[in-house]
Structure formats: structure tokens, C-alpha cells
């Protein structure tokens, strides 16, 4: 068994591992990149403009021209004009699980071995996680097994090969490749999966709580990786009842992010520290937190991120505006300037930590922000924290109604008084401008649990 693991891991671990430089791989990669979509993807021959080799143009450059590529773009365009015509035996259906628009992406080969390998850079970045150490997984209900994976389901290592042996296929490549994947799951992770609250929302009973709380003691992870709303109300849960720590060194999302006010609760209850990263169903990591814990490296050998403003023009550092992805290593359906549907901001600047790639800060979905009047804004981090941190408030809901008109769903924090009126009055003072000719309309209720949208993931900002 042990000798699996480390033949399944050993070329995983030196393709995960960080290049000497990881910018100068990626702008080969890039220029590649642009080279294969305009001679084999329909949708990106005409948008691309041809490079004359002999001037060996910057590839970044090139890159600024190509108009952005939105997921529209992509529905409308999906399959044919947007694939490269290889053989679709080796491709791997992916589905975004996102609350937004609903994607199909298609991986080929490589791509499916850079997925992995990011995610395993990505967990051997947070907090010396080492392959083989204990993990516990969160995920939302809807996808126990391998989330965003079309059609693989979670069958044991030993059980596979012998489906593998009575069906005769050790002559095919992909049962071989399904078992990579078993392989790496139960051997080199050492990966359990718990199933998410499901029907309970956001607010599952005490009992409920106790028994994640027992099991997470008992299973002892060093790693553990849930949906954001399972790690808050699994944190105030502990705090509220004066339960020790976890003790679980290293704390990541899934899916979701923390806000900031939610990160130190999340710690002192977890007994550990809190690493972000960034990444989505049809990219797979894009970028990990260092030992500073100020902004996500771009994986620059595998991605190329920019941030550009409403009209596709890139904004100046450290100013918040759309991120785009460029995808280096997928050349079965190539992404180039791929509006994800974030928001962020981009920091080049160079980081204690020593690694030169620039520094994104992810500031929540484009759609889930709140527009006041004078055109001020406020992200879903700005919302829920400052709802969250109101007297007698556990969790909030905000739901904008067009109009300045706004609903809010409260759920009480257990034995503490709430008074609504106040509560109210807050968040009207709170999204109100002086010079406002009259105030918001605000309605607020008060709920059990907040439920999660149709993908399992909850929205806090409608
Ligand atoms: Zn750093």
C-alpha cells in the first residue's frame, strides 16, 4: 500500500512544487497558450492578433488586446466552437458549482494533472501540511465525492481494481487514471469526508453540532477544509458552549470564503490558523496564501491574472476591479481573459515571504454587491460583518431589493436579547448617506437557519 502511495505521489510532489521562476514559465506558457487557440479554437482565431515571431512580442501584451471572454461567450459557444478538436475520449466534463451561471468545462489530460498537482502545492503551502497527515473534508450536500466532477463517484481503492479485473479493462487507460485519483484520495491525502448539514441550513440544532464536534476530537485532522458557514457556525458553536479548541493546526474554505471578521473566530475556536486560497471548478487553484498572510500568490505558472475595470481596461495595482483568468496549462478548451465573476485587486509588490509572483485579494462575487446611493458599494465581506457584528446577531442574510429597498434575515444568536427595532435602525443609519433625500427602506425578520441555494453553498448578499 505504501508502496502505491509513493509511486502515485512522487511525480505529483515535483510537479506541484514551485518553479525556480514561476513568471518566466508562465509567459512561455502563455505565448504557447495563444499560439494553439488561434490555430484550433474557432472562438478565439479571429480574437486573437497574429504575432510576428521574428519580434518575439511580449506575450502579456499580446494578452491585452484579446477581448474579455465572459461566460456567455462560452454557453454560446460551447462545445464545438470553443474546443480544440482533440480526441473527446480523453476529456473530463466539469461542472461549476457556483451559485451564479451554471458552466460545463471540459479538461484534457494535462489539464486534470495541473488540477491536481495545484491542489496538492496548495496544501503543502498552508501550515506544513504534508501529504499522508489526516485531512477531514466539508463539503456542501450536493457534492460528497469529488466536487465539480461529472460522473465519478467515491468507490474504495481495493473495490475499484476489482471492478477493473472482472470487467477486463487493465487494457484501458481510463479506469488506470480513475484509480490515480482513488489512489491519491484515500493513500496520499488520507482524506475523509463528512457529509455537509444538508437540510438543517446554516443553523443545524446543538445536537447536531455536538456530534461534528465529537467526531472532529475523535478523528484528530491536522487539516480541515469545509464550506465557510459550516466552519462559522461549528466556531460560534464551540465559543458559545466554552468548549475547548480543536486543536486542528491548519483551517481552510472550500467553495466559499471567510470574511475577515469571521477569520479570528474561526482560529480561537479551531485551535489553529486559517490559510486562504482561491480557485474555482473550472480552473482548480488559482492561488494560495504564504506564511504573511497578506494576499493569495498567483500560481503565475499556470495562470495568468489580471484586474480590469467594467469596460475591460486593466486598473492600476491595488485599485478593486473585475479578475480575469487566463488558464496556461488547458488547451482542450482554452480560457483566455475569463471574466470568473470576482471581484479583487492585484498587489505586485514584493512580499517578505520571497516569492516574486503578484499577490491577488479576492473581495467576493461582482454580482453579490450592494450598490448605495451616490454610487457607493459595499462587498459581501463589508455586509456580513458588519451584520454579523450587531448586538444579539449570530448571522444575517441581505437580501437587495432594487430601489434602496432592503430585506434582511436575521438569525438570533441562542440567549441573547435581539431587539429588532434597533437592529433595524442600525443597518438603515448604516446604509444611509447624509445626503440622502430619504433613508432606505429596510424590512428585517428574524429566521432559524439561513438555506443554502440549489448547489448547497449559501449566498449572504442577493
Ligand atoms: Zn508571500
Known sequence: MRAGCWSAGGRFVALARWPDDPLAVGQQRLAELL????????????????????????????LEQIPVTTKDDVEAHFPDQITDGSDPADWRLMSTRGTAQRLITIHGFAKRDAVRAANLRMLCDSGRYRPGLPSVEIPPEVCETVCGDLGETQTGVVSHVMGMLRQRQWRDTQPFRDLRGLIETHWVFHRQTYPGFGLHGSHPDPDTLNQYVARLRTDRPYLVKALATYLTTLARHLQRNDLPPLNI?????????????????????????????????EFGTIA???????????????????????????VPDGKVGHVLITDLVNHTM????????????????PCPCGNKTPRLTVHGRAQDIVTLSQGRIQTTDDVLDFLEAL?????????????HSYQVSVVPAPNRPLSLDETKQA???WLSNPQDSSPPAVDVQTVATIRPESGGKFRYVK
Not at 487557440?37 to 506575450?59: K, T
Not at 482554452?334 to 509588490?349: A, E, M, T, V
Not at 448586538?391 to 430601489?403: I, K, T, Y
Open 427 to 429: 443597518i438603515v443609519n
Open 249 to 281: 493546526p491548519v483551517i481552510k474554505t472550500m467553495g466559499s470564503r471567510v470574511t475577515p471578521g469571521q477569520r479570528s473566530l474561526i482560529e480561537s475556536s479551531f485551535g489553529g490558523k486559517y490559510w486562504d486560497d482561491y480557485g474555482s471548478a
Open 334 to 349: 482554452p480560457l483566455i481573459r475569463y471574466k470568473i465573476g470576482d471581484l479583487g485587486r492585484i498587489d505586485r509588490s
Open 35 to 62: 499560439q494553439h487557440a488561434r490555430d484550433n479554437v474557432p472562438f478565439y482565431a479571429d480574437r486573437i492578433p497574429a504575432v510576428d515571431r521574428r519580434q518575439s512580442a511580449d506575450p502579456a501584451s499580446v
Open 288 to 314: 494560495n496564501e504564504c506564511v504573511e498572510h497578506a494576499g493569495l500568490h498567483v500560481y503565475s505558472d499556470w495562470f495568468h491574472v489580471e484586474v480590469v475595470d467594467d469596460a475591460g481596461n486593466p
Open 391 to 403: 448586538p444579539g446577531v449570530d448571522s444575517a442574510q441581505l437580501v437587495d431589493c432594487g430601489d
